[in-house]
């Protein structure tokens, strides 16, 4: 069975480490906030200029002045920082943060990232998306396998106009979690209940399957 949105979230959270300073994107990404596994501190970091933030309020707790990227209610920890969106994008250009979790429309073997852009639909702009992918040098993606009908987003060439070339290594799929290294997909772990054959026909770029593919654990 497909991971949900959640268990998506769950299984991004597992690569965080102590210390690490990390952006969140807009969708999938953001619920990564909820899962921060129990023993280690890291800080969010939110592009429109907050440091420190925490999981999706409750009901009792919404501020509509404290709002992440993609415009949704968060909390603030004990000792974040709230600052304008000048220093927060410093800060990524810069080389400062850890980790960064993206969302995409599309992936390629080579690394490449569409995340920004469908033709022939309206869309408000890039945002931060091509300063995150070219100053972060650790990124998952996270995001369907496939689309409504089927087609691959995981391809052997971005048909997307791209956010950023070569710049990503890791890919979390509602089906399976993935390496890329020297121009293909390396199939890592297999989400519970989803067969290997589901995820090489999913699979447009050429595809590594290991002998064994453990099953993700929750």
């Not at 300073?21 to 596994?37: E, H, K, M, Q, R």
């Not at 907050?50 to 993609?70: K, Q, R, W």
């Not at 070219?134 to 369907?144: L, S």
Request: with cysteine; glycine share 12%; proline share 5%.
């Amino acid at each position: 069975m497909a991971l949900t949105r959640e268990q998506m979230a769950q299984r991004v959270a597992r690569e965080l480490r102590d210390g690490y300073y990390v952006n969140l994107g807009i969708g999938i990404p953001t619920l990564v906030a909820n899962y921060i596994p129990d023993g280690i501190e890291v800080m969010l970091q939110s592009e429109n200029g907050l440091l420190g933030m925490g999981p999706f309020p409750t009901e009792s707790e919404i501020d509509a002045d404290l709002i992440n990227a993609g415009k949704q209610t968060v909390t603030a920890r004990k000792g974040a920082s709230i600052f304008s969106s000048v220093e927060s994008f410093a800060m990524i250009r810069g080389g400062h943060v850890d980790l960064t979790v993206l969302g995409a429309f599309e992936v390629d073997v080579h690394g490449n990232i569409a995340s920004w852009m469908v033709p022939g639909k309206l869309v408000k702009g890039m945002g931060g998306a091509m300063d995150l992918v070219a100053g972060a040098d650790n990124i998952i993606v996270t995001m369907t396998h496939a689309g409504k009908a089927g087609d691959s987003k995981l391809l052997p060439e971005c048909s997307l106009p791209l956010t950023g070339a070569g710049c990503i290594k890791r890919v979390l799929t509602d089906l399976a979690y993935l390496e890329i290294e020297n121009g293909a997909f390396i199939l890592k772990e297999r989400a519970p209940g989803v067969s290997v054959d589901e995820i090489v026909g999913k699979t447009a770029g050429k595809l590594i399957v290991p002998d064994e593919v453990p099953e993700m654990r929750f």
